[in-house]
Each structure stands twice: as structure tokens, then as C-alpha cells.
């Protein structure tokens, strides 16, 4: 086994440097460093419960479709990142305050999760859940009993 001990980063690939920040800074991250996006390095954010992000870019294609998500061809890859959060009624309260829409919803046992994109169509859950695990990473009946 490889001794992992955290996810240290996400990277998400960007076409626009300043929406990109500022839609970010909406969700309360805040600009670490910027040493070239323009040449390929990362645009550093990280938010106060720790969580970091490298915004990459700039992206060369931008066919208005995520292409992992938006279309019924099935590519691998990293389809969309999730955070937990605290309370989900203040979440969604927070998100319409600040004009960011729900792209989807779910609610599976004890887990409920919503959906919503940057301005590049990634997709970010977030899941609200008691506790430091949700029921649906138990053994039994986990995501096979998933409807």
C-alpha cells in the first residue's frame, strides 16, 4: 500500500484566469499565487478548511460541453470533485444569494448531494452527511443498492 495521507491538490483545467478566480473566490477560496497560468503553471486557491485547488490553463479547446460529463459517449477520466459540507440548507442559501444554479440532486441513505458547475461546465458535488463517513461507503448495501 502507498502511504498516502491526504489528498493534497485538485487541478482543474481553465480557459479564463479571472472568472475562473472569482467564481472560486465565491465559494470561498482565496488566491495563494499566480506565477504564469499563461504558460502552463497553476493558479494556486485554497479555502479556509483547507482544501486546495490549482486552476490550470488556459485551456485551447472550448466546445461549450464538458466532454467527461455532457456527452453519451463515456471517456475515462476525473468527472467532477466533491466537498462535504456542513449544512446543505445553508448551502443552497449561500448558493442562490450568489446566482450559482444546481445542475442536479440527490439524496441516497444518509448522504444528500447537489451539483453545480464553474464557468467551464466541472462539475463540483457537494454532499452533506453525519458524521466522518457516510452509510453509502459501508459494506453493505452501498452504492449496489443504488437506485
Not at 483547507?50 to 456527452?71: W, Y
Not at 459517449?73 to 466537498?83: A, D, L, N, R, Y
Amino acid at each position: 500500500m502507498l502511504p498516502i495521507e491526504k489528498v493534497d491538490h485538485v487541478g482543474i483545467r481553465v480557459a479564463d484566469k479571472t472568472r475562473s478566480i472569482a467564481f472560486y473566490k465565491l465559494l470561498g477560496f482565496q488566491l495563494v499565487s499566480d506565477i504564469g497560468f499563461e504558460h502552463g503553471h497553476p493558479v494556486i486557491m485554497q479555502h479556509g478548511s483547507g482544501v486546495v485547488i490549482n486552476l490550470l490553463g488556459p485551456a485551447n479547446v472550448n466546445s461549450g460541453t464538458n466532454i467527461l460529463m455532457d456527452v453519451d459517449e463515456k471517456h475515462p477520466g476525473i468527472t467532477h470533485v466533491s466537498f462535504k459540507i456542513a449544512s446543505m440548507a445553508e448551502t443552497k442559501g449561500v448558493l442562490n444569494q450568489m446566482g450559482i444554479r444546481l445542475t442536479g440532486e440527490f439524496s441516497f441513505k444518509d448522504m444528500h448531494a447537489i451539483f453545480i458547475r464553474d464557468p467551464d461546465r466541472n462539475v463540483i458535488e457537494l454532499d452533506a452527511y453525519a458524521g466522518d463517513q457516510p452509510a453509502t461507503r459501508q459494506s453493505t448495501g452501498g452504492y449496489d443498492a443504488h437506485p
